[in-house]
Nanobody, 126 residues
Protein backbone atom coordinates (compact mmCIF):
# COMPACT_ATOMS: atom_id res chain seq x y z
CA UNK A 1 0.00 0.00 0.00
CA UNK A 2 1.06 3.63 -0.46
CA UNK A 3 3.20 4.64 2.52
CA UNK A 4 4.29 8.19 3.40
CA UNK A 5 7.30 8.58 5.73
CA UNK A 6 7.96 11.86 7.56
CA UNK A 7 11.23 13.27 8.89
CA UNK A 8 12.64 16.55 10.19
CA UNK A 9 10.75 17.05 13.44
CA UNK A 10 12.45 18.21 16.60
CA UNK A 11 12.69 20.84 19.33
CA UNK A 12 12.90 24.51 18.44
CA UNK A 13 12.58 27.80 20.31
CA UNK A 14 9.73 30.18 19.62
CA UNK A 15 10.48 32.26 16.55
CA UNK A 16 12.65 29.56 15.02
CA UNK A 17 12.21 27.37 11.95
CA UNK A 18 12.01 23.71 10.99
CA UNK A 19 11.71 21.93 7.67
CA UNK A 20 9.73 18.70 7.49
CA UNK A 21 10.03 16.23 4.65
CA UNK A 22 7.77 13.41 3.49
CA UNK A 23 8.80 10.61 1.15
CA UNK A 24 6.16 8.49 -0.57
CA UNK A 25 6.61 4.86 -1.55
CA UNK A 26 4.32 2.21 -3.02
CA UNK A 27 2.53 4.45 -5.50
CA UNK A 28 2.88 7.04 -8.23
CA UNK A 29 3.84 10.27 -6.48
CA UNK A 30 2.99 12.47 -9.44
CA UNK A 31 -0.72 11.57 -9.30
CA UNK A 32 -1.14 12.12 -5.56
CA UNK A 33 -2.40 15.16 -3.75
CA UNK A 34 -0.16 15.60 -0.69
CA UNK A 35 -1.04 17.25 2.60
CA UNK A 36 0.22 17.93 6.10
CA UNK A 37 -1.95 17.60 9.21
CA UNK A 38 -1.07 17.98 12.88
CA UNK A 39 -2.47 16.71 16.17
CA UNK A 40 -1.78 17.90 19.70
CA UNK A 41 -2.60 15.78 22.78
CA UNK A 42 -6.33 15.75 23.51
CA UNK A 43 -7.18 17.54 20.27
CA UNK A 44 -8.55 16.53 16.90
CA UNK A 45 -6.26 16.20 13.93
CA UNK A 46 -6.27 19.47 12.00
CA UNK A 47 -5.35 20.54 8.50
CA UNK A 48 -2.09 22.42 7.99
CA UNK A 49 -1.29 22.60 4.27
CA UNK A 50 -1.76 20.77 0.97
CA UNK A 51 -0.36 20.79 -2.55
CA UNK A 52 -1.92 19.40 -5.71
CA UNK A 53 -0.34 16.82 -8.01
CA UNK A 54 1.15 19.37 -10.40
CA UNK A 55 2.50 21.62 -7.65
CA UNK A 56 0.52 24.52 -9.09
CA UNK A 57 -1.97 24.80 -6.26
CA UNK A 58 -1.22 25.21 -2.56
CA UNK A 59 -3.57 25.52 0.39
CA UNK A 60 -2.98 26.60 3.99
CA UNK A 61 -4.85 26.71 7.26
CA UNK A 62 -5.48 30.26 8.46
CA UNK A 63 -3.26 29.81 11.52
CA UNK A 64 -0.17 29.01 9.40
CA UNK A 65 -0.66 31.35 6.44
CA UNK A 66 2.42 33.50 5.72
CA UNK A 67 4.55 31.33 8.03
CA UNK A 68 4.52 27.85 6.46
CA UNK A 69 5.31 26.88 2.87
CA UNK A 70 4.53 23.53 1.25
CA UNK A 71 6.43 22.32 -1.82
CA UNK A 72 6.99 19.10 -3.73
CA UNK A 73 9.78 17.49 -5.71
CA UNK A 74 8.31 14.90 -8.06
CA UNK A 75 11.73 13.64 -9.16
CA UNK A 76 12.49 12.63 -5.56
CA UNK A 77 8.88 11.74 -4.64
CA UNK A 78 8.99 14.09 -1.66
CA UNK A 79 6.92 16.91 -0.23
CA UNK A 80 8.34 19.44 2.23
CA UNK A 81 6.86 21.79 4.79
CA UNK A 82 8.99 24.82 5.66
CA UNK A 83 7.82 26.19 9.00
CA UNK A 84 8.93 29.67 10.05
CA UNK A 85 8.20 31.93 13.03
CA UNK A 86 7.14 28.93 15.07
CA UNK A 87 5.25 29.43 18.31
CA UNK A 88 4.16 27.04 21.10
CA UNK A 89 0.72 26.67 19.46
CA UNK A 90 2.48 24.84 16.62
CA UNK A 91 3.57 22.04 18.96
CA UNK A 92 2.05 18.78 17.71
CA UNK A 93 2.72 15.53 15.91
CA UNK A 94 2.83 16.36 12.21
CA UNK A 95 1.51 13.82 9.71
CA UNK A 96 1.97 13.52 5.97
CA UNK A 97 -1.05 12.29 3.99
CA UNK A 98 -1.79 11.39 0.38
CA UNK A 99 -4.81 10.85 -1.84
CA UNK A 100 -5.81 10.78 -5.49
CA UNK A 101 -6.09 14.31 -6.93
CA UNK A 102 -9.51 15.83 -7.49
CA UNK A 103 -10.61 18.74 -9.65
CA UNK A 104 -11.23 21.86 -7.61
CA UNK A 105 -8.48 21.64 -5.00
CA UNK A 106 -7.17 19.58 -2.11
CA UNK A 107 -9.33 18.42 0.77
CA UNK A 108 -8.87 19.80 4.29
CA UNK A 109 -10.61 16.79 5.86
CA UNK A 110 -8.46 13.98 7.34
CA UNK A 111 -11.02 11.28 6.50
CA UNK A 112 -10.58 11.97 2.79
CA UNK A 113 -6.91 10.96 2.84
CA UNK A 114 -6.44 7.17 2.81
CA UNK A 115 -2.63 7.11 3.15
CA UNK A 116 -0.81 8.37 6.25
CA UNK A 117 2.68 8.46 7.66
CA UNK A 118 3.60 7.60 11.24
CA UNK A 119 4.06 11.24 12.25
CA UNK A 120 6.98 13.35 13.44
CA UNK A 121 7.02 15.36 16.67
CA UNK A 122 7.46 19.13 16.56
CA UNK A 123 7.94 20.87 19.91
CA UNK A 124 8.22 24.65 20.20
CA UNK A 125 9.48 25.99 23.53
CA UNK A 126 8.97 29.35 25.30
Amino acid sequence: QVQPVESGGGLVQAGGSLRLSCALSGGTFTIRTMAWFRQAPGQEREFVAAINWSGGGTYYADQVKDRFTISRNNAKSTVDLQMNILNPEDTAVYYCAARRPRVGGASRTPDEYPYWGQGTQVTVSS
